[in-house]
């Protein structure tokens, strides 16, 4: 692990995006609950909420939840289908700002980066050049956004996430225990459900008490990411900003109707997703070597199965049997409301060098 000391990182994570992108074409819907995600059909509809705007989130509605379930919380909100070209092009927009020459840049998903500017020298000249970056994209772009500021990327996505929307949060690394310590566990990327129960099974509810355990505990728990998890806790993650080589997943999904157990439509299901990711992997001119399938059962329970290929490849016909023998595997005496394909493991501009070199 790298010492992060003397390290200043910016994160940035747009406001309820894809929601302020169509409030930002229909200023009309300033103000009011704006949910994006499948059409709810008056409380029938099948898919869920891919996001919604802060006004929604007042009566609890959430990514990812069912739409059906938003409806019943906020029927009178204003319900639009994703339209994800016009997001891929706003977010261009914001990561323009961001590439400043001399800063390290990483993109970390469609409304997200991480930006090192340890050479700003500085947190007060770190947090000049946050307001300056969260100016113009409200001027330039007529978008909000939250900025946090520490010594490492955890801290600075943490921080970005404690005021919201529209919040710039700086963290010196002298004040990073205190600004941790109170926070619940969840609040560190990659600890989920699962991590916060075994967790709480110990005591150990807030990132003060996994901070302040005897790391031994953790060791005879977790084995040795124990040590790791109390090291995230202190605010190091050792990780540097660097760019990432385009993205690192292409998937899509799709809802059904009904809960189907008929292999026609799961195939048919399934065929048109193969289409979906083979295309935009073609258009992206990318090679992978991992295939993903997502299933998700009547009653919520989603489980997933992946597998590599031996090469990098582009090829439909590998997507599509390997995505038929995974989802078989995945078929059992259950009905099915989802699934999912993912594309991954893409191969590097480097690794693409290499071959090129053979
Ligand atoms: P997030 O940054 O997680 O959420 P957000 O920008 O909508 O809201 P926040 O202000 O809390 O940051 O995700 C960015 C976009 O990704 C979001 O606008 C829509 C999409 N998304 C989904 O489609 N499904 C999901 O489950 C999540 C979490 C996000
Ligand atoms: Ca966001």
Redesign the pocket.
Known sequence: MTDSTGRIILHL???????SVEIRKRPDLAGKPVI?GADPKHGKGRG?V??CSYKAREFGVR??MPISHAYTLCPHAVYLP?DFPLYVHASADVMAILRIPGYPFEQV????AFLDITARGSYPEAEKLARHLKERIRNELGLTC?VGIGPSKLVAKIASDFH??DGLTVVPPETVTGFLAPLPVRKIPGIGQKSESELSGLGIRTIGDLAAINVQVLLARFGKGGAGLQELALGNDGGIVAERDGPRSVSRETTFEEDTDDPRILGAALDELVRDVHRTLREDGLRFRTVTVKVRYTGFVTKTKARSVSHYTDDIKTIASTGRSLMNELLVDRKIRLVGLRLSGFETRDSRQRTLEL
């Open positions: 994570d747009m406001d309820s995006f894809y929601a994006i869920v891919a996001t990514s990812a994703p998903s469609i409304d997200e939250s919201k929307p």
